[in-house]
């Protein structure tokens, strides 16, 4: 079994930047994810970190965000520059074994949530 706990989030301006972090309990998995989910929205994928550290991100991120992670500590964070207000969602952090997998379905474990929000 494996827990996921995020922290970070909140209110910013278009511009700003925010940190999302995600603590993993239990086993290591093979990929850690970010994902979102707008109001009214499916959950889309954001962006993957797979035990190399290769990394995936979706086009309207991509140069915007960073994903991070520490094997060691089994954290992944996601940095998020250059915010805009359509990247407002709550942000979900996620744990799997397929390798840079960007459908929901493919991920194990999910963590709680947390808002972005961007004003303009």
């Known amino acids: 079994q494996v827990q996921l706990v995020q922290s970070g989030g909140g209110l910013v301006q278009a511009g700003g930047s925010l940190r999302l972090s995600c603590a993993a309990s239990?086993?290591?998995?093979?990929?850690m994810g970010w994902f979102r989910q707008a109001p009214g929205k499916e959950r889309e994928f954001v962006a993957a970190?797979?035990?190399?550290?290769?990394?995936a991100y979706t086009d309207s991120v991509q140069g915007r965000f960073t994903i991070s992670r520490d094997n060691a500590k089994n954290t992944a964070d996601l940095q998020m520059n250059s915010l805009k207000p359509e990247d407002t969602a709550v942000y979900y952090c996620a744990s799997g074994r397929v390798n840079l997998a960007t459908a929901p379905l493919a991920y194990d474990y999910w963590g709680q949530g947390t808002q972005v929000t961007v004003s303009s």
């Open positions: 239990g086993r290591t998995s093979t990929t």
């Open positions: 970190i797979n035990w190399g550290r290769t990394t």
